[in-house]
T-cell receptor, first 113, second 115 residues
Framework: NAGVTQTPKFQVLKTGQSMTLQCAQDMNHNSMYWYRQDPGMGLRLIYYSASEGTTDKGEVPNGYNVSRLNKREFSLRLESAAPSQTSVYFC????????????FGEGSRLTVL | AQKITQTQPGMFVQEKEAVTLDCTYDTSDQSYGLFWYKQPSSGEMIFLIYQGSYDEQNATEGRYSLNFQKARKSANLVISASQLGDSAMYFCAMRELYNFNKFYFGSGTKLNVKP
């Protein structure tokens, strides 16, 4: 029972390099999310996708792009990584209901040097 | 404005005692959901409990209960009979019905359970 799977788990980048975080869910959820977690700041929403084919900005979208490839997959791309993007990134999914909780992936720790 | 406020960055509790983690929220929507998540040191996010804004009864899940005071806009998590395995970060979150694709999270409370 995989749930939400994100890769890679760890990544070290140099400033200016690009990379893509991959996320897939097998729960047939419509909504998918990318969050970043920084010490003392909780989880902040980067982008979300309410359904296949749609994406919207969250609280901290600058420096990121996303693609909702299909219902299962939602990727996050850093085009030119900056040290301020050093963080733990979580992908999550949920049903499109007010009572539906978020199901999280295990997180991806990204360090930008 | 902060949607979710958790004012206790860290707390200690003695094993087997009860502990309350505070959460206040800000919304003008009448329909919303409130959630608590646990994040152990291993890093995964674990869903604990849910309370809907129209639910009249406080939610309970095993040793977890949610003390929901709608007029005060608070949704405190109560953990009864604390265990060492309860040591973790705890996050309060809200989802508004009018835009239920957005979850708002608080900054978290680090709970340490002492033996």
């Amino acid at each position: 029972n995989a749930g939400v799977t994100q890769t890679p788990k760890f990544q070290v980048l140099k400033t200016g390099q690009s990379m893509t975080l991959q996320c897939a869910q097998d729960m047939n959820h419509n909504s998918m999310y990318w969050y970043r977690q920084d010490p003392g700041m909780g989880l902040r929403l980067i982008y979300y996708s309410a359904s296949e084919g749609t994406t919207d900005k969250g609280e901290v979208p600058n420096g990121y792009n996303v693609s909702r490839l299909n219902k299962r997959e939602f990727s996050l791309r850093l085009e030119s990584a900056a040290p301020s993007q050093t963080s733990v990134y979580f992908c999550a999914s949920s049903e499109g209901l007010a009572a539906g909780e978020l199901f999280f992936g295990e997180g991806s720790r990204l360090t930008v040097l | 404005a902060q949607k979710i406020t958790q004012t206790q960055p860290g707390m200690f509790v003695q094993e087997k005692e009860a502990v309350t983690l505070d959460c206040t929220y800000d919304t003008s929507d009448q329909s919303y959901g409130l959630f608590w998540y646990k994040q152990p040191s291993s890093g995964e996010m674990i869903f604990l409990i849910y309370q809907g804004s129209y639910d009249e009864q406080n939610a309970t899940e095993g040793r977890y209960s949610l003390n929901f005071q709608k007029a005060r806009k608070s949704a405190n998590l109560v953990i009864s009979a604390s265990q060492l395995g309860d040591s973790a970060m705890y996050f309060c979150a809200m989802r508004e019905l009018y835009n239920f694709n957005k979850f708002y999270f608080g900054s978290g409370t680090k709970l340490n359970v002492k033996p």
